[in-house]
């Protein structure tokens, strides 16, 4: 420390000669011109002490900041069911018209809740609920706004994995697992 304060007030005063040396011939060093030449050795001065005084200071830490990881919501993923057979098999309780057609199949996915309640919705409507089934990976059928074995499935899985899957038993809670689709 004492060496850089050394340092400084031989700058100082070197300073401070020169300044009078040139100023010495014109005899017009006054009372105000030597209080700036103080003036000016002592910023020296003091400019020195403090230039030492923060090198000596140990180096301050940067604060740590707490920055909060997004969280990222797990994205559910589409799963093939082994019970597909008896999630969707149709029985043969249903009976033929003259023309050879089938009429009424009880059992087939068209008439189950789900689908009676994903047909109340518009046509836009059932093509955003296919499309996020897509986005969330249970859907990989075309955005047809039809509702077959393919929506079934997709529906049932994405209801299973967001813990609602006795909800589409009902009405009211086809509703609730399609709206949470769309909106």
């Known amino acids: 420390m004492f060496r850089n304060v050394k340092t400084a007030a031989v700058a100082a005063v070197t300073a401070l000669s020169i300044a009078l040396t040139a100023a010495a011939p014109a005899q017009a060093l006054g ?9 000016v050795a002592a910023t020296v001065i003091v400019g020195a002490l403090i230039n030492d005084a923060q090198a000596r200071a140990p180096r301050a830490q940067p604060q740590q900041v707490y920055r909060p990881q997004p969280q990222r919501q797990p994205q559910p ?32 996915v068209h008439a189950t809740v789900a689908a009676q309640t994903f047909n109340t919705y518009s046509v836009a409507q059932r093509r955003a609920i296919q499309s996020r089934l897509r986005a969330f990976g249970y859907y990989n059928g075309g955005i047809d706004a039809a509702f077959g074995p393919g929506t079934y499935n997709a529906v049932v899985a994405y209801a299973r994995d967001s813990g609602g899957e006795r909800q589409l038993q009902t009405r009211a809670g086809s509703y609730g697992i399609y709206d949470s689709l769309i909106y």
Request: charged share 25%.
């Open 31 to 39: 009372k105000n011109e030597r209080n700036f030449l103080k003036g």
């Open 77 to 108: 993923q589409y799963r093939p069911h082994n019970d597909y057979n008896q999630q969707y098999r149709p029985r043969h309780d249903h009976h033929q018209s003259t023309s050879g057609r089938v009429i009424g199949s009880n059992n087939s």
